[in-house]
């Protein structure tokens, strides 16, 4: 869903959240943990209206959904089997003058379509341009901090075998930062 001047990215993605079945890009992966590694494409789309913060919809402004012409929108996330995925974003990646490769992580309570949305952010104010996330299986909910806590510590080989998994495919630097 193109509309006029909006801008559609390109992000790679891995992540330990286990499918929901769902074909909404926003809801295909859960929080629920897997012990396997997943890689995917995911594609967000930037208002032409885009400043320095991330532009979501707001409830004070009477804003129920999202609105590609005002607000970052997760368009699309695509599964790739770990090879493809490896092998498309080293293609992707190859040939490019870069620093390197940025790697985001998120926090606590966020969700895998806020994690996207924010990574697309990051690099439209930095040198980095091809940016890659881990969304590891938050609870994305306030009240499940502990939950959360619990499952980050679950994540942490995965998380460390993304990074060694990137930094073999990229063939430059990753720069990680949540």
Same mark, same amino acid.
């Given at each position: ?15 330990? +959240?286990?499918? !929901? ?13 897997? *012990? !396997? ?5 995911? $594609?967000?789309? $930037?208002?032409?209206?885009? !400043?320095?913060?991330? =532009? ?6 009477? /804003?129920?959904? #999202? ?14 089997? #770990?090879?493809?995925? +490896?092998? /498309?974003?080293? &293609? ?51 009240? *499940?901090?502990? &939950?959360?806590? /619990? $499952?980050?510590?679950?994540? =942490? ?5 993304? $990074?060694?998994?990137? *930094?073999? *495919?990229?063939? +430059? ?6």
């Amino acid at each position: 869903m193109q509309t006029k001047d909006v801008l559609e990215v390109t992000t790679y993605y891995a992540t330990n +959240r286990k499918q !929901t079945g769902s074909a909404e890009p926003a809801k295909i992966y859960g929080a629920v943990f897997e *012990s !396997t590694l997943q890689y995917g494409r995911a $594609i967000v789309s $930037i208002p032409p209206s885009h !400043t320095r913060k991330l =532009e979501l919809p707001a409830l004070w402004k009477l /804003e129920r959904g #999202a609105d590609a012409s005002k607000h970052f929108v997760l368009q699309a996330a695509t599964p790739l089997n #770990a090879d493809a995925g +490896r092998k /498309e974003m080293a &293609q992707r990646l190859s040939g490019h003058e870069l620093e390197g490769t940025v790697d985001l992580r998120h926090g606590y309570n966020m969700g895998f379509a806020e994690a996207a949305l924010r990574t697309r952010k990051w690099p439209t104010i930095s040198n980095f341009r091809h940016p890659f996330f881990y969304s590891w299986p938050s609870a994305n909910h306030v009240r *499940s901090y502990w &939950q959360d806590e /619990e $499952i980050a510590r679950l994540s =942490e080989s995965v998380f460390e075998q993304v $990074i060694d998994e990137l *930094s073999q *495919s990229a063939d +430059r630097p990753v720069h990680s930062g949540a």
